[in-house]
């Protein structure tokens, strides 16, 4: 994988519950982007963490960076069903070009 | 302000055919992008416009893939023939910021492709 991996591959949690999905890289960035996939539908930017970066917030969305460890996680708290969707980490260098991760499935159950 | 457009939105077509995908990005945005989502797996990079020139392709799969950008507003990219391996969704991204600068890119929703 150019990326690395995510953990989970999938998530199944219950509405309510909060959802934490990890990210690994293996290059040096400018950022780390976190996307959603809704089935059959595009991708929807959440958030974005600059490599000076350790933690960043946005509504229910919490975004950590270790540098150190190439790693970065991302926290849904009080999860809906309408999360139900596929989660990506991406990271970006100078040039620009995303390098995706391959995708956390998280699944919230009403 | 009007998103990233991306036409069709499916298209199936049989093995050896032509296939021609659309994207228009938001009206000012000199970076384009093409990735690809194949078979549920990670989502990778195809190529890189500023405007009309490639900036970056190394993501191309092979020379059956063609992009073009004339006029660099909106860019076509075109497979042909088709195989069976080149089913996937193709995502279109555009950004007004220069690359690495901080931004979050917008995405189209995408062109599912199927050849059969």
């Known amino acids: 994988s150019q990326q690395g991996e995510e953990d989970p591959q999938a998530l199944s949690i219950q509405e309510g519950e909060n959802a934490t999905m990890n990210c690994s890289y293996k290059t040096s960035i400018n950022n780390l982007q976190w996307y959603r996939q809704n089935s059959g539908r595009g991708l929807v930017h959440l958030i974005l963490?600059?490599?000076?970066?350790r933690e960043k917030h946005s509504g229910r969305l919490r975004v950590t960076l270790d540098t150190s460890k190439k790693s970065s996680s991302l926290l849904i708290t009080a999860s809906r069903a309408a999360d139900t969707a596929s989660y990506f980490c991406a990271t970006s260098n100078q040039g620009g070009k995303l390098i995706f991760g391959q995708g956390t499935e998280l699944s919230v159950k009403p | 302000e009007a998103g990233v457009t991306q036409f069709p939105s499916h298209s199936v077509i049989e093995k050896g055919q032509t296939v021609t995908l659309r994207c228009d990005p938001i009206s000012g945005h000199d970076n384009l992008y093409w990735y690809r989502r194949v078979m549920g797996k990670e989502i990778k990079f195809l190529l890189h416009?500023?405007?009309?020139?490639?900036?970056?392709e190394s993501g191309m799969p092979n020379n059956r893939f063609l992009a073009e950008r004339t006029g660099g507003t909106y860019s076509t990219l075109k497979v042909q023939p088709a195989e069976l391996e080149d089913s996937g969704v193709y995502f279109c991204a555009s950004s007004q910021r220069a690359p690495g600068s901080g931004y979050g890119y917008t995405f189209g929703s995408g062109t599912r492709l199927t050849v059969v």
């Open positions: 963490i600059r490599s000076n970066e």
């Open positions: 416009f500023v405007k009309e020139s490639k900036q970056d």
